[in-house]
């Protein structure tokens, strides 16, 4: 079997568990039950500081990324920055032509939606955007932690990403893939809320079905 590839795309002052978080399942899932082999891209190779200073450097450039299977796009405040960057959107549409699944997190969503990948299809994304990607033409907004439609993938904010990719490992690989990946991670969150900020009337429909 030709080894799949899972490319997570790298921009400045990108939030940094909307990748970290992703990058965690994925690489177990390739060190544990076979899954795909994973690079970071950006615009040039190198480093590059995240969201909240985080060093971090990209393996691969856009003009020397080999084929990528699944490409994931995080976000944070810069994602609508990017989302203006025409050599962003152009490798994001670019890569999604061939790729099986495209996937964002938070604020990732506006850079598909950018790259046309969110055109007449439902999606997510963090709270704080949830109304201004719903005031996109042709976008269906649903208040979930993750939303799948198709071969495109959106999931809610920060750590949401984290679900995303074992719901994703599941759907690709089955529910025994993922849930090794999860063994592995220690990840059972354990549904506790803190204080009622999750009661206020900003918080998505899934958070306000939590206790």
Known sequence: MTQRRFGFLMFPAFGEL???????MATMWNAYAGGPQCLTVAATAGPIRCAKGLAVSADVGFDDCPSLDYLLIPGGFSAFDAAQDP?????????AATARAVLSVCTGAFILAAAGL???RTATTHWKALDRLAAMDGITVR??????????????????????????IAAEDGDATAGTVQ?????????????????????????????
């Open 87 to 95: 050599e962003v959107v152009r490798f994001v549409r670019e890569r």
């Open 143 to 168: 208040q979930e932690r993750w939303v799948r439609d198709g071969a495109i993938w959106t999931s809610a904010g920060v750590s949401a990403g984290i679900d995303l990719l074992l719901a994703f």
């Open 18 to 24: 909307d990748l970290i978080g992703p990058w965690e």
């Open 118 to 120: 969110l055109r007449n």
């Open 183 to 211: 063994f592995n991670a220690e990840y059972y969150p354990e549904g506790k809320t803190y204080g009622d900020a999750h009661r206020g009337s900003q918080a998505p429909t899934y958070v306000r079905r939590l206790p």
